[in-house]
């Protein structure tokens, strides 16, 4: 390349030579796009003239030569890489093409499958058409059937209306004719009322007349009356008095009956003692438990006299009726020792479901007697045989305080097991804080072993593994006749809370609750 080719080449073939094919048309795309070009043209040129003032012209062209090397070298690399380049590219077209072809089969099975499935939905066309023909039909058929009901149906809606309104009018003149009789009743009633008032007047006045001569003989009748009446009143005296005699002369029998029968009782004790001793072997526990003990026949009399009458004791258990219906009851209460039943009849007034456990024979008899289901048995024992978490509740009223240590502890374990989560467990015991409790009425009864503070059952209870302990305290003495001194005495702030103690001990709750909840 020589310098004037490479002036040519900066100019960009501007302006178009003469003789140039085409030269109008490239001379018209010269001029439209001469206003862009321009700018890379000057640069070109001076970019030329500068290399040509630094190198002249035998280092330019030198210099272009290596450049157009280096071209043809980067031409011969970008040929390669186009012939790489098209080979990869008809790889790439031969798969297409096969794959092609593979998907132009699917498309050909799908359309074949279509094609079926476009006659199968074709006889299921028909066959709903035919279906809707028939449904239509019947539509038909029965709009048909319900226009005539329809007709039938008014005519004799209107043949009743019209009996109807036969029947009104006919009602009507039976009343208007009834109306009209109480019409003429009621005249002829005033009528009868004026004629009577007429005669009472007259009947009073004849009375009136007749009253001053007849009160002298009723007085004297009176008189005679009073005398009569003083005759039968002795007479009732008399009879009761004689009655009261035959009361007290039949008291006195059942009295010494009753001491009879008690002493009968002992000496039937004394024989079942001595025919145990005398018996040549020992008796299994089945016939030892199957003998009444002598406490048995005196038990239910020793509770009432000292717990009280059932009644009482139903209305003093009815408090923990709130407990158990707060609970989402899942399985039965189970009362231990359940005694007389008190507390059973009270949950079935609820519609609780429960049941009892108890040693006494003739408790549980007397409780099944009466509808309630109670079982005969020891407590711990029945628990051992209760599935795990299946019940609500266990109760026990003034059972505690009749075991040892150990059986209590052995009680609460197996009731926490036993217990459902969010069951309760109620153990009520006498409160021996109250020292008339806690060293004398505590020993009223012989089967009592020992009394429990609160404190100590409320720690076994948590200990063994129940929450939200509560002691609830119950039953407040009435007989507190201790009052403080007046304020007005100088020595009244010294003695006040000494008095206030010592009620506390004497006059306190006479029992007290332990509940705790298995979470």
């Not at 549980?364 to 109670?374: A, N, P, S």
């Amino acid at each position: 390349m020589n310098l004037s080719e490479a002036e040519a080449h900066a100019q960009l073939g501007l302006p178009v030579p003469k003789g140039t094919p085409k030269r109008s048309l490239k001379r018209l795309v010269s001029r439209l796009s001469w206003f862009f070009l321009r700018h890379q043209v000057a640069y070109n040129v001076d970019v030329l003239k500068a290399l040509n003032s630094e190198l002249g012209p035998a280092g330019l062209m030198a210099r272009l030569d290596a450049q157009e090397a280096r071209l043809n070298t980067q031409t011969q690399v970008l040929d390669t890489l186009g012939r790489d380049l098209w080979a990869a590219i008809s790889a790439q077209t031969d798969q297409i093409d096969s794959q092609g072809a593979d998907i132009w089969s699917a498309v050909a099975d799908i359309w074949s499958a279509m094609a079926a499935r476009s006659t199968a939905h074709s006889k299921e066309l028909e066959n709903f058409e035919s279906f809707n023909r028939d449904l239509w039909a019947a539509i038909a058929a029965q709009s048909s059937r319900h226009d005539e009901l329809s007709r039938d149906l008014w005519a004799a809606i209107t043949k009743q209306t019209d009996q109807i309104d036969t029947l009104a009018h006919d009602l009507w003149e039976a009343v208007h004719q009834v109306w009209k009789s109480i019409s003429d009743a009621r005249e002829e009633l005033e009528e009868a009322q004026a004629a009577l008032q007429i005669h009472v007047d007259l009947m009073q006045r004849q009375a009136f007349a007749r009253h001053h001569e007849g009160i002298g003989s009723l007085r004297s009748e009176l008189v005679e009356m009073n005398l009569q009446f003083g005759e039968i009143h002795k007479r009732i005296e008399a009879a009761a008095s004689k009655m009261n005699e035959q009361l007290a002369a039949l008291r006195k029998e059942i009295e010494a009956a009753a001491t009879e029968s008690r002493r009968r009782q002992g000496t039937v004790d004394v024989l079942l003692h001595e025919v145990r001793r005398s018996l040549p072997e020992p008796l299994s526990a089945e016939a030892i438990e199957g003998l009444p003990s002598p406490m048995d026949a005196l038990y239910a009399d020793f509770q009432e006299v000292f717990r009280g009458p059932s009644y009482s004791v139903a209305r003093s258990v009815q408090d923990y009726l709130p407990d158990i219906l707060a609970l989402q009851r899942h399985g039965p209460v189970v009362d231990l020792g359940s005694g007389r039943g008190e507390w059973l009849e009270v949950l079935r007034g609820a519609d609780v479901d429960a049941y009892g456990v108890d040693l006494s024979r003739d408790f549980v008899e007397q409780c099944q007697g009466r509808g309630l289901k109670v079982l005969l048995g020891d407590a711990c024992e029945h628990l051992k045989a209760v599935p795990e978490r299946s019940l609500a509740a266990v109760t026990a009223f003034h059972l505690v305080e009749h075991l040892s240590v150990d059986c209590l502890v052995e009680m609460i374990d197996l009731s926490v097991r036993a217990l459902q989560p969010g069951g309760v467990l109620i153990l009520e015991t006498p409160n021996p804080e109250n020292l008339t409790v806690g060293a004398s009425s505590f020993y009223l009864d012989p089967s009592h072993v020992r009394p429990l503070p609160p404190d100590l059952l409320a720690f076994l209870v948590e200990a063994r593994g129940l929450a939200e302990v509560e002691t609830r305290f119950l039953h407040p003495s009435a007989d507190n006749k201790l009052r403080a001194p007046t304020a007005t005495a100088a020595w009244s702030a010294d003695v006040a809370p000494l008095v206030e103690a010592v009620g506390a001990r004497l006059y306190g709750p006479l029992d007290y609750a332990i509940i705790g909840r298995r979470i």
